[in-house]
């Protein structure tokens, strides 16, 4: 015991000399104040395991302990029906980079407290909350909510990759707290919000793109609203397009040879669908023609089997009943076909007359573009007299070409943009190579065949199981997204990893003691909590340190009276306090 004592100091010292943030689970109180009764759960750091007899252990409490943890930092836990979560107070001392701290909860009250009970903060909103542990745990997922406004999220979405209810083995389904949904597609958020990908400037970046194009698309209207003006000026002007100044006339020419290329593209496009559309009907025109003589054959058999004379041999035939029918067949289907390829026929004639009128408008806008890039410095005297709707005319141009600057300065705005915003995705394709290394390492390990290696390539497919194996599939997925945090969100503060029962299905030893085998040597470099049935020191290698917290309580009666009166002092010091 005493070099068990040792080596944990030792291990201790060292993780603190790493430099990385740890919030450990000190001890858990569950108070029911009108019961008065109440439970007390002492955790270390290290590995922790919650466990019952294997005989008759289930519904002693382990799930209610494992939900308390997280819901008492601000998660909402999926407790059972008959749990009564709001009549309940529950109390967690915890450590944070080493100092501690109390937090309590009763129904939405949280106060947060330093480890002489001096009360820091309060709060009523699970989202300030998170606001406010952020600045002892200088970690807070931030999303964009539904008014794309980016804000700090309530707590729960900090503990989603350390905790699994024993109800919800999803694979990557986020399940294990309620009220997720606020944020419009989380889970791709959250995941790489925790892996370091995203951040509050990738959001950030991602709203100003939003609100650049939006800014694009308003002067693109404006644009055509200036294009009408134009127009309904042009008429006015008797049709001759004139400009009041030298000024003027040089951005007429620039916005009608702009205008030219694209009548000439769409020229070229027009072309183009006009010979597919040809050529489209000249296959159906020879289809209908061929399934015409097919009908006219089939007519001339039938006129020869009415006198009893096979079509194909001349020979005369007694019953000749199958041969007109297969005859008749062959005309009624050519009948169906040939009322297709008709309808079919005449819908290529429409779409050709339509693109044909098209085409020929396209022509005339060439022509007339063609007419108005011809302006040249002869006639720049006749523009200068020109007055009134002309010097409107001009105000409108010049209007037109602000509203074009201002497209290209966004269009210019959206690359640099897109540019910061692909850096992003960089990084993501390299989070997904380790994930996919690490995934086909754990598929191998456990044998997990029926999970393709397809499914890795992005680290938001989907990852589930059927059997015994959903729980190693979700086990492994989570316990992977946790390495890729450390190794690419270093300075992120690591969360205590709770996995309620995670041999809650039918499997066999062998794959139940490789599960906890995988799990504990995985997280063993901060605060690990296992509730499992029946467990036993052999089940863990015989190097770990294991804290072994066994409920010998009957069912349904995880508190009790004796431990209300141990405690209450705490329960009314904390629920005085203000």
């Known amino acids: 015991n005493v070099r068990k004592s040792e080596l944990t100091r030792e291990k201790q010292r060292l993780l603190w000399e790493d430099m990385i943030m740890r919030l450990i689970f000190r001890e858990l109180f569950i108070f029911s104040p009108s019961e008065k009764k109440a439970k007390k759960v002492e955790f270390t750091d290290g590995i922790n395991i919650i466990t019952s007899s294997q005989e008759d252990g289930t519904d002693r409490g382990k799930s209610v302990i494992m939900r308390s943890l997280y819901h008492t930092m601000g998660a909402e836990g999926c ?21 501690g701290y109390y937090i309590y909860r009763s129904a939405e009250l949280f106060k947060f407290f330093s480890e002489d009970k001096e009360v820091l903060f309060t709060s009523v909103s699970s989202r300030e909350l998170s606001e406010k542990l952020k600045s002892y745990t200088d970690f807070a997922v931030q999303l964009p909510n539904r008014s794309e406004k980016l804000e700090v999220t309530p707590p729960a979405y900090n503990y989603l990759p ?14 294990a707290f309620k009220n997720l949904g606020q944020y419009v597609g989380f889970r791709e958020n959250v995941l790489f919000y925790h892996l370091g990908v995203y951040n509050e400037e990738y959001f950030e970046l991602v709203h100003s793109r939003d609100e650049i194009k939006e800014k694009k698309a308003q002067s693109e209207s404006q644009l055509e609203i200036f294009k009408a003006m134009i127009e309904g000026l042009d008429k006015k002007l008797a049709g001759v397009s004139v400009s009041s100044s030298y000024e003027a006339l040089r951005k007429d020419v620039a916005i009608y040879q702009k205008e030219y290329a694209e009548v000439l593209d769409k020229l070229s496009k027009s072309k183009k669908k006009l010979i597919d559309l040809r050529n489209h ?57 040939k009322n297709d390829l008709q309808i079919s026929l005449l819908e290529y004639q429409r779409q050709i007359e339509k693109e044909e009128k098209m085409y020929k408008e396209l022509l005339e806008q060439m022509s007339a573009y ?209």
């Open 281 to 337: 009907l000249y296959e159906t025109e020879q289809m209908l023609k061929e399934i015409e003589d097919v009908s006219k054959e089939s007519e001339k058999k039938i006129k020869k089997l009415r006198k009893h004379i096979c079509p194909e041999c001349g020979t005369e035939l007694a019953d000749t009943i199958q041969l007109k029918s297969k005859n008749y067949n062959l005309i009624e289907d050519a009948i169906l076909i």
């Open 79 to 99: 407790f059972e029906k008959n749990w009564e979560g709001k009549d309940k107070v529950y109390v967690l001392k915890i450590d944070i980079d080493g100092i």
């Open 162 to 175: 350390f905790y699994i209810d024993q109800d919800h083995y999803e694979g990557n389904n986020y399940a």
């Open 370 to 578: 063609e007419k108005k890039l011809k302006i040249n410095n002869e006639k720049t005297d006749d523009v200068l007299r020109q007055k009134g709707l002309s010097e409107l005319r001009d105000e409108v141009v010049s209007e037109q070409i602000e509203v074009i600057d201002a497209i290209e300065t966004a269009k210019a705005e959206l690359k640099a943009v897109g540019t910061k915003i692909n850096a992003y995705g960089t990084k993501k394709k390299r989070v997904e190579a380790q994930y996919y290394e690490h995934m086909m390492t754990a598929r191998t390990q456990f044998g997990l065949n029926e999970l393709s290696p397809d499914s890795f390539k992005k680290i938001t497919n989907s990852v589930n199981a059927s059997g015994s194996n959903k729980n190693i599939a979700t086990i492994v997925w989570y316990i992977t997204i946790l390495e890729l945090r450390k190794m690419f969100n270093k300075e992120a503060i690591e969360f205590p990893v709770v996995f309620d029962s995670p041999n809650n299905v039918e499997t066999d030893n062998q794959k139940k003691y490789g599960l906890v085998q995988y799990i504990t040597n995985k997280c063993d470099s901060g605060q690990l909590i296992l509730s499992l049935l029946g467990f036993s020191e052999k089940d863990i290698e015989p190097d770990k340190q294991v804290h072994i917290i066994t409920l010998t309580n009957d069912k349904y009666k995880l508190l009790d009276s004796e431990s209300y009166e141990l405690y209450k002092d705490l329960l009314d010091e904390l629920c005085d306090a203000s």
